[in-house]
């Protein structure tokens, strides 16, 4: 299950087919100890579900890997000028690829969620695991069993009718 996830997150596309996104996997218990003391030494609480998942992914998004690709000769830029991105793409695949690991990850009746890493967090996931600083952490993706009677946190909001998100042909 595993291998599967990872590979259809490898699947995810990408602007230029940059693919420049990493994952770090923590699936052993004391790399995954070695998060949540990030947390806890930062001063943020723990979330019992989250910290019960056997795999924990952090998708990381390189940025540099955008600016030399589109500095290629196929691209027609000449610089890495970073002005040309109005919209971080490194970010954008980094979350597609995501995306595809959660819903794979459903689709095996595995749960899983997303959830952020605050600044402090960041830091000490450099540390503890030997980021390079061209790879930046986007949040983390907690996978395991589902909660027992479903969803918990935030999802007893539910989900906003398509009438509330959907604009067809104009706003």
């Not at 890495?80 to 597609?96: L, S």
């Amino acid at each position: 299950m595993v291998e599967r996830i990872l590979a259809n997150g490898n699947r995810a596309p990408s602007a230029g087919f940059t693919q420049g996104y990493g994952f770090l996997m923590l699936e052993g218990a004391a790399d995954r100890a070695r998060l949540w003391q990030a947390f806890v030494a930062a001063g943020y609480p723990l979330d019992p579900a989250e910290m019960a998942a056997p795999l924990l992914i952090v998708p990381l998004a390189c940025k540099a890997a955008y600016l030399d690709r589109y500095a290629e000769p196929d691209k027609g830029w000449a610089d890495r000028d970073e002005a040309r991105w109005p919209i971080p793409y490194w970010y954008v695949d980094t979350g597609f690829a995501a995306l595809l690991m959660l819903l794979t990850a459903v689709d095996q009746d595995l749960g899983g969620l997303f959830f952020g890493l605050p600044p402090e967090v960041i830091t000490a996931v450099r540390a503890a695991f030997g980021v390079p600083e061209d790879h930046e952490p986007i949040g983390a993706i907690a996978i395991g069993q589902p909660a027992p009677g479903g969803s918990t946190g935030s999802a007893w909001r539910g989900r906003r009718p398509l009438d509330q998100v959907v604009h067809w042909g104009r706003w």
